[in-house]
């Protein structure tokens, strides 16, 4: 794994291996969040920071509370109770956009391109500050159009980096779900994040994109942003994160990196079952 | 069969007084159908309020019309604020219910009798409340060629009302057309996306509710004016769906698709009511198979096939893009 002087991967060496565990210099730090649908309690985190700089991985079996716990975070969802802060702003009750302006931006686990608008329309749309976003400026194109100028040449130099340049007119949904997860990916660069939020990027993305979209994620840590992402593809866990976080039945169960989370005891539990070694015909033997 | 007369009758008609209203409503809820993907069940409420605005202020409370036209445009507003602000954060089918709603209300207030002495009941209202724009018409007489016929007054409403029509369709190309049109088709695409992107997606459904609204408020403005009347019942839900008819006719997200599906519904109504009136008054239709009180009805149905027809054969509309509504499919 590749090792970065500015923030990157050095806090590992100085982080405990144990859940909730302190960062020397986190980016998002959660406390005692619970959301519970009727008697279903989905996400129960008593501490979690996420450090700054780092690729982190949020794993854990299917129905763990893993997007449970990205709305929530991301303002898509409300906690029924604690508290969460970003870059040490307060994030209750802030509203998902505003998330977002904060330099928190989330992708979604079933991609979200705006199909009937085209790959350039896509990212175009993800820029900050357009004043033609305005209903009363949009009137006076002389007034914004030396920004979406500026907006499009951006645009098109992320395009040409995510490979997909030549796609730049044709509507989204035209894309293939490989391609949607970079466009979507690449958007959320538009926005100029501190901290992007991948659900699930890899999920139906064929072996030679889910290379491509590997190097970009390691790309934005090299930017000095910071990744917390999804996923269930262990390979992609291993290769990328600096930390890995795993998730069972809302409860954060382990934490450290992906070496030794992948043989902690709880975790092959929580995935497999705690009696997965046991032969059941054969009663008491073990 | 006096053709003559027919194409008279359907030309005027297909730039006529009608054609501008229906045009009106319909790119009202262009904005709101086909660039937000609001879906506005409501637009006869817009109607409405615009036409009494125009009607009671003048009659009732003896103001100005310019003043009247002001009180119109800012009802529409409020009007859009309180159907946005309950519906707007919730998921899209609570906007169709309550607009659908809402409208019927307007005009089941309008109707009522408690507000007989200023609403004017079921009856509505009819008086020259339009005296100070039929003031400035400058035609003496109406056009009378065999192409098109218009009388003094309504050939003023066709022209101030077709100059009306430009201005909105001009400004509406500007805005799709910008960074804030493309906003609003993003929020039709996917809300949650355009979230994620740090846009207030409930500010921009709002605006568009209220544009569209006002739109809708102009073209209830010409149809008071036009008859110097407003009857409650002509604003019920046949006019939304009517209007969403022109809509889809043209191809819904076209800027001009509303102007040109006005057009077209016009031109067909009124054809086809020539032809089966001619038709049933020369005996050249028996009277068994369609009476001439039926030809009325009979248009709506002959319109009605027309456009399911249209609806197999090119569902996108006259203006729409085939390729894009496969997307949507496959979306």
């Not at chain 2, 201005?167 to 609003?184: A, C, D, E, T, Y």
């Not at chain 2, 009517?242 to 057009?263: D, E, H, K, N």
Request: charged residues 15%; neutral net charge; proline residues 3%.
């Amino acid at each position: 794994m590749q090792k970065h002087s500015s923030g990157g991967s050095d806090f590992v060496s100085v982080t405990t291996q144990t859940p909730g565990s302190t960062k020397p210099d986190p980016i998002l730090i959660a406390d005692h969040i619970t959301r519970t649908f009727g008697g279903l309690t989905a996400v129960n985190v008593a501490h979690l920071e996420v450090q700054r700089g780092s690729i982190t991985a949020l794993i854990g079996p299917n129905g763990a509370g893993k997007t449970t716990f990205f709305n929530l975070l991301t303002g898509y969802d409300s906690p029924n109770s604690g508290t969460w802060s970003f870059n040490g702003k307060a994030l209750n009750g802030i509203a998902s956009h505003k998330v977002a302006r904060l330099g928190m931006v989330r992708t979604f686990q079933l991609t979200k391109a705006l199909y009937r608008l085209t790959v350039l329309e896509n990212m175009a749309l993800g820029a900050r500050g357009q004043k033609g976003e305005s209903v009363l400026t949009s009137l006076f194109p002389w007034v914004w159009k030396a920004q979406e100028r500026e907006i499009q040449q951006k645009a098109i130099s992320i395009l040409t980096n995510f490979k997909l340049i030549d796609k730049k007119d044709d509507f989204a949904a035209a894309l293939s779900g490989g391609q949607r997860k970079l466009l979507e990916m690449a958007r959320a660069l538009m926005v100029e994040p501190e901290m992007v939020m991948l659900d699930e990027p890899m999920a139906g993305v064929n072996p030679a994109l889910k290379q491509s979209l590997l190097e970009h994620i390691k790309e934005l840590r090299n930017q000095g942003k910071t990744v917390l992402f999804v996923e269930h593809d262990m390979d992609m866990v291993h290769e990328i994160s600096d930390w890995v976080i795993v998730m069972s039945q809302g409860e954060i169960i382990a934490e450290g990196t992906p070496t030794s989370v992948m043989k902690n005891e709880q975790v092959i539990e929580a995935y497999l079952g705690a009696h997965h070694d046991l032969d059941l015909s054969a009663e008491g033997d073990k | 069969m006096d053709f003559l007369f027919i194409t008279q009758q359907t030309l005027s008609a297909t730039i006529g007084v009608n054609t501008i209203i229906f045009a009106l409503a319909a790119i009202g809820l262009n904005m709101h159908f086909g660039y937000t993907g609001l879906l506005n069940f409501g637009q006869a409420g817009f109607l409405a309020i615009g036409a009494y605005s125009v009607a009671v202020p003048v009659i009732s409370f003896g103001l100005p019309l310019w003043v009247a036209f002001l009180i119109g445009i800012f009802n529409s507003v409020i009007f859009a604020l309180l159907l946005g602000v309950p519906t707007l954060r919730l998921r899209a089918d609570y906007l169709a219910i309550v607009t659908i709603a809402a409208a019927e209300i307007v005009r089941q207030i309008a109707r009522s009798a408690t507000f007989n002495s200023t609403l004017g009941g079921s009856d509505g209202i009819t008086g020259k409340f339009g005296a100070d724009f039929f003031a400035l018409n400058p035609f003496k007489s109406g056009l009378d060629t065999p192409i098109l016929r218009f009388s003094a007054n309504d050939l003023w409403v066709v022209i101030t009302g077709w100059s009306l029509v430009a201005f909105i369709v001009f400004i509406m190309w500007i805005m799709v057309n910008s960074p804030w049109g493309r906003l609003m088709r993003a929020i039709r695409e996917d809300e949650d996306a355009v979230r994620s992107l740090g846009k207030n997606v409930y500010l921009y459904k709002m605006q568009s509710l209220i544009i569209g609204g006002v739109i809708g408020a102009c073209g209830g403005f010409v149809y008071a004016l036009s008859r110097q009347s407003v009857q409650p019942d002509n604003y019920g839900t046949a006019l939304t769906f009517f209007a969403y008819t022109v809509l889809i006719l043209g191809g819904a997200a076209r800027v001009f698709s509303p102007v040109i599906g006005a057009m077209i519904f016009w031109f067909l109504i009124v054809f086809i009511e020539q032809i089966l009136r001619q038709g049933v008054t020369n005996n050249l239709i028996p009277d068994w198979l369609i009476g001439a009180n039926q030809v009325s009805q009979i248009r709506f149905m002959l319109m009605g096939l027309g456009l399911m027809l249209l609806m197999i054969y090119r569902p996108q509309g006259i203006f729409g893009d085939k390729k894009e509504l496969a997307l949507d499919a496959k979306a």
